[in-house]
């Protein structure tokens, strides 16, 4: 079975070729493609196919059907779904797409053409991995340039769409039009944060700081820093000596960085040093600190001058607050993620709380902000990739 760049013929599929929610075919491919992508070869050279084969292991697929049934009514794919993902994450398609065939769903994914690799790993292993036919006439990746007269096919062809992207992405596509009965699922620009809490530091001992460190490097560099989960900004909170918990925390990260080999190319260095000089000019930042090319460290004058576009990779403004509910009114419905380190859980119980939900979908430990869930940005996809029938008899 291949999965063929392109997309072919009628794509509508033949009443020989439905799937079912948990269908046992897809929970084989799936399971299959799982062990291919946790091979230690593939996961020392791609630490984020070991996440994303972990994802698909047979467990977590059951899991995430057991998700899908319902007590109350009977559970149908919702039926065609168009994926576009975007570029600059490479794993981000095959959960998306997964779910959805799991759910029983025929699906077009547009994989970019900028794409490469993880992706590229991913698509071989997909089209090495043995399946029913069935696999092949229903799942197609595809992949083509800017071609408004495809994507209003596959707009026109699907039940639901799933955009990924930034705001511009995301209009763009919404131009073209979906049948009466589709609708949009839509992953915009967003942005993520860190909290580190400065008695919990001081109180943990230098392993917890060590591996802590370890863990929010994972989350800021796997993807360059530009995963809509990725921390933009650290916030330094509570009493205590912020100055060198900040220190502390900025060595560690340099020796992860040096011991994991990860470079940041020169011109991006220089682009995050006129983006820094910037944030100064404008009275964002009060001081700035570049202690390698790997790392830019921007102190910002509160909370609420933390930027939320993407600096670049290694950039990290730090900012200090004496509680996280101090960091409530400078939150919004862009802000994603919140990854933590040593706070307890009523703390963290009370910023939700506090927030009331008008912003931050996830609340993770340090070492977790990419790890996908089958809730994400606030949307529950298995039944967002579902459809409901009820039945009174």
Known sequence: MKFRFGVEGDLTAPSGDR???????VVDFLAKLARKLLAPAVARRFPELGSLGYFLRPAELRRAVAAMRRDDALVFPRGNVFHLPPANVDTIFVYSWALSALAGNHNVVRISSRSAGAAEVILEALNETEADPVIGRTQKMVTYGYDDTITAALSRWCDLRVIWGGDTA?????????????RDLTFPDRTSWAVLSVPGWHAADPAARRAAVVGFANDAYWFDQAACSSPRSVFLIGDGDTAAVRAEFLDLLLDVVDRRGWTVDAAMAVEKRVTAYGLAATGAATALDFPDNRVTAVTLAGPG????R?????????AEAGSLLDLVPAMNRQDQTVSHFAFAEAELRAFATELGGRGVDRIVPFGSALTFGAIWDGYDLPSEFTRLTTLQP
């Open 310 to 318: 993407w600096i670049g990779a290694g950039a990290f403004p730090f």
């Open 19 to 25: 799937l079912t929610v948990g269908d046992p075919r």
């Open 305 to 308: 001058a933390a930027p939320r």
């Open 170 to 182: 995301v209009d763009t596509i919404r131009r073209q039009p979906l049948r009466p009965s589709a």
